[in-house]
């Protein structure tokens, strides 16, 4: 790990800690869990959401203003619109998507649930990602939460990251392996 990203995980990881004892101090997890859900959501999709939080260019007070109204736009509980708040005010708001992982971290620990990674070519169906957290949660003895993404280079198949665990059935990568097993022949 690189020594910035390493500055950056402390920094995230400080805020997610007290953000999230905060929360359940005040017995508030599942709004939190909700906020850090749909702020996840928005830096996946939002490009001008990640360019005010990574650009020097914006000042303390713009980021301020830029984020009290964003949080405000998406219906943020206090707890997490005033750390949004702070964080600008510290300019420390380049760590966000560090954050929200860490917190959806404890969150789901908290909630005695692994979060698994599933990487597929086309997106699932609600009954394919019921029935796949079903697999997986008979496979691991908890409760699975699934965070899903789409990549059509996949061809078909999944890519499913379970903790240090990583199960691909892809077809790009048994084109791969093929591949391989071709030059090793001739």
Do not use: C, W
């Not at 219906?75 to 702070?86: K, Q, R, V």
């Amino acid at each position: 790990m690189s020594e910035s990203a390493s500055i950056s995980s402390g920094i995230a990881a400080r805020y997610a800690t007290a953000l999230f004892e905060l929360a359940k101090e005040s017995k508030a997890i599942k709004t939190l869990e909700g906020d850090i859900d749909a702020l996840d959501a928005a830096l996946g999709s939002s490009a001008d959401l990640n360019a005010l939080i990574a650009s020097p260019v914006y000042t303390r007070a713009d980021q301020a203003k830029a984020i009290a109204a964003i949080a405000a736009k998406m219906g943020l509980s206090p707890l997490s619109a005033n750390t949004l708040a702070l964080m600008a005010s510290k300019r420390r708001l380049f760590v966000l998507p560090h954050l929200t992982k860490i917190v959806q971290d404890k969150i789901s620990e908290e909630k005695g649930e692994v979060t698994a990674e599933v990487t597929s070519a086309v997106k699932l169906s609600a009954a394919q990602a019921k029935s796949l957290a079903a697999t997986l949660k008979a496979s691991v003895g908890k409760d699975v939460k699934l965070k899903t993404a789409v990549d059509e280079s996949l061809i078909g198949g999944l890519i499913v990251k379970l903790g240090s665990t990583m199960i691909d059935t892809s077809v790009k990568a048994k084109l791969a392996a093929l591949q391989n097993a071709m030059k090793e022949v001739g």
